[in-house]
């Protein structure tokens, strides 16, 4: 059984709220500030939490407090309610954080680092956050992800937590942020939503109800948006935010068992993956190979192409690019540098996977990786596919002046004699 979990977001998601919601499911607000003044910023806040009601029902709201600014030089005060991406990233590699919740939360970063800078028209790297760099912010951000750890959450096939989410509501009106007044949804959570392709929908309320930081969140560690994945739910966690609004401002985080690591299709687990597409008519065959290695070396799952017809009856190629949703935009890269597209289609697709693992086999001639595949029935593995390495065979086959199918036999034949 793995432990998954799902956010219910029916007045949305913000940073403050996902940290309530953890705490509200036992994570200790002493363990959080242990492992959060490894960033370097005890000096800075204070964390505690609450329990509040929200129209009669009872939640968890998470303060954080900034010290007050006259225990800081001017110059201090003004730094710590803005940084750039690369300082993060070094509070982050420097605290000696749990190894998921150093990944997850360097990622959440990073997404919300492009997308701002996509937003503004700037490098990565040169985002200046506000807001998003402030101290809450960032103690929301890494703190959730030390709650998901604490508690359990399986991880996928991408090392990502097992969470799955509602969608969205949009919200509506304006709000007063570091550039001035903005419509809601910001253009932040606008770029994130597009760069995941997330599911939203109106629920008629007009205020901020899904936050930068909440976005990034969201988008940056859900598996899959839509409905509650096959579960036991053994908790739920309740979390919310500062606004109240005409329903109970509360984010839901059902805490479960599932029983294998993601969803369960007719086939296999499903998984989000995105369809990456360009025609091209004008691009050397030599430059479409090298644009093939690029992107697969950059980690995309497959590429291929097809021939079609174009316009002007001229011949051209589909290229097309599999990948995982947060690898989008080092693809998108690719293609627009290495080719002379203008304009690559992008969509998000699920796709039902088995569970594989590599095995070792021993013949006459050597060693030979083996891929063996397999779906869960009733906690039993069945095996579904045996492949032998390509490459492995190849290079035996090679070397002992055999046919590569030769090789290829030998290799399945060692591995069934083993599992028979």
């Not at 940073?15 to 370097?40: F, Q, R, T, W």
């Not at 086959?397 to 055999?402: D, E, G, I, Q």
């Amino acid at each position: 059984m793995s432990r998954v979990a799902y956010l219910q977001c029916p007045t949305g998601i913000s940073g403050d709220m996902c940290l309530g919601a953890v705490i509200s499911l036992g994570v200790p607000v002493e363990y959080l500030v242990d492992k959060l003044n490894g960033l370097g910023i005890a000096q800075e806040y204070k964390l505690w939490a609450e329990l509040v009601l929200r129209h009669g029902q009872q939640a968890t709201q998470a303060h954080v407090d900034l010290l007050d600014a006259h225990h800081h030089h001017h110059e201090e005060h003004n730094h710590i309610h803005g940084r750039h991406l690369p300082e993060i990233e070094k509070m982050i590699l420097q605290a000696e954080l749990p190894a998921r919740v150093e990944a997850w939360s360097l990622e959440i970063f990073r997404q919300l680092a492009i997308a701002e800078g996509a937003v503004h028209g700037i490098a990565p790297s040169k985002v200046h956050f506000h807001e998003v760099g402030a101290v809450d912010a960032i103690v929301d951000i890494v703190g959730t992800c030390l709650g998901l750890d604490w508690l359990g959450i399986a991880s996928n096939q991408q090392g990502l937590p097992l969470l799955y989410c509602s969608p969205l509501p949009t919200g509506g009106g304006v709000v007063k942020a570091a550039h001035g007044q903005m419509t809601v949804p910001v253009p932040a959570v606008l770029k994130l939503w597009e760069m995941r392709g997330c599911p939203v929908y109106s629920n008629g309320i007009a205020k901020e109800l899904v936050t930068p930081t909440g976005a990034a969140i969201a988008t940056t560690l859900v598996t899959d948006f839509g409905e509650p994945p096959p579960m036991k739910i053994s908790k739920i966690g309740l979390g919310t935010g500062c606004l109240n609004l005409p329903i109970p401002n509360i984010l839901r985080l059902w805490l479960g068992e599932s029983s294998d690591n993601s969803q369960v299709g007719s086939i296999g687990n499903l998984e989000t993956i995105s369809v990456l597409e360009t025609q091209l008519d004008d691009l050397s065959p030599q430059a479409i190979g090298y644009v093939l290695e690029a992107l697969l070396a950059t980690g995309a799952l497959d590429v291929f192409t097809q021939s079609i017809g174009m316009k002007k009856s001229r011949p051209g190629i589909l290229l097309t690019v599999i990948c995982y949703p947060e690898d989008i935009s080092k693809c998108e890269t690719i293609l627009f540098q290495e080719t002379t597209t203008l304009g690559i289609r992008r969509s998000n697709q699920q796709r039902g996977i088995l569970s594989r693992e590599m095995q070792v086999v021993e013949t006459e001639y050597g060693s030979i990786g083996v891929k063996v595949a397999w779906r869960l029935e009733r906690q039993e593995k069945v095996i579904m596919n045996v492949q032998p390495e390509y490459e492995d065979c190849a290079d035996l086959a090679r070397k002992y002046s055999l046919p590569w199918q030769e090789m290829q036999r030998l290799a399945l034949q060692s591995w069934y004699s083993q599992h028979n």
